[in-house]
């Protein structure tokens, strides 16, 4: 049986992580649920973001743990998560790693297929790192 992401990565997004990657060392991705840090998926450096136990670990984007907060899960669990990289102001509007490079990370989303949701449902939560 084939493991079914729940979060994956446009090209685009994997180059602007490993330019993260080279420039800043070990990193992690926060979505939460808005805010003063948005909805958006955010790349930090590890321990800038406290995670509580309600946030959920959803997988790795170009090797890096990608975490959403537990409400926002709650809207977004039943679709595969796809973080693409846009251009933006430079700087941005976030916290973000990206935003002093002109880039922004965003998420897309596809609904998981019924076959898809019962694999997942049957897997259970994944174990954070």
Not at 17 to 43: I, W
Not at 85 to 90: F, G, I, K, Q, R
């Amino acid at each position: 049986m084939t493991t079914i992401d729940r979060v994956t990565a446009t090209t685009s997004a994997l180059a602007l992580v490993e330019q993260l990657k080279a420039r800043h060392g070990t990193l992690m991705f926060y979505q939460s649920s808005g805010c003063c840090d948005n909805s958006a998926p955010n790349c930090y450096l590890p321990g800038e973001m406290a995670l509580s136990p309600a946030d959920v670990f959803l997988g790795q984007v170009g090797g890096v743990p990608f975490y959403m907060s537990g409400s926002q899960y709650a809207y977004w669990q039943h679709t595969q998560l796809i973080i693409d990289a846009v251009d933006a102001p430079l700087g941005g509007d976030n916290f973000s790693l990206e935003g002093p490079l002109g880039k922004a990370f965003l998420s897309r989303s596809r609904l998981f297929t019924d076959e898809e949701s019962a694999q997942l449902a049957a897997e259970g939560p994944l174990q954070r790192p």
